[in-house]
């Protein structure tokens, strides 16, 4: 995941562009963003939220609505909101091959959605945390909202 201490990219207009770090350009192109853009989807989020917030946060949240974006990985997650459950466990659940659900589970697990451990043998998944139960809930109660 993206470096969290990176400083925010130039909300100052009076400041030439060129004075933002370079990092954060790299953050604003690999999102598809001019550095105009990056400053503006910066400010806006670091408003909505009521904290700071830089480039490489927006990078690392877009990456996971991204991971859950995905049907087959959204089911490997509400699975793991359940109960911890093993790569099999989740494999047979949602009719995956073991290679595909583990290929899943490492994306999920690099980005924090999901956390392992290991148990004998066994490695359970389990949600990393609160807030990812939290988006998911929100989500459906959004679509099922009238």
């Not at 105009?36 to 917030?53: F, H, I, M, N, P």
């Not at 989500?139 to 099922?144: E, G, I, L, N, W």
């Amino acid at each position: 995941m993206s470096d969290s201490k990176a400083t925010p990219l130039n909300s100052d207009p009076a400041k030439p562009a060129s004075d933002v770090d370079c990092r954060e350009c790299d953050t604003a192109a690999r999102l598809g963003l001019s550095t105009e853009q990056g400053v503006a989807v910066t400010r806006d989020a670091s408003r909505a939220v009521g904290a700071e917030l830089s480039l490489p946060h927006i990078e690392a949240a877009a990456k996971i609505f991204s991971l859950l974006g995905d049907a087959g990985r959204l089911q490997l997650v509400l699975r793991c909101m359940e109960r911890p459950q093993t790569v099999s466990e989740l494999a047979d659940a949602t009719n995956m091959s073991q290679s595909l659900c583990s290929h899943h589970l490492r994306h999920l697990r690099d980005q924090r959605i999901l956390a392992s451990e290991r148990n004998g043998r066994h490695i359970f998944y389990r949600i990393d945390d609160e807030h990812i139960s939290r988006v998911v809930r929100d989500v459906f109660a959004h679509v099922t909202h009238d």
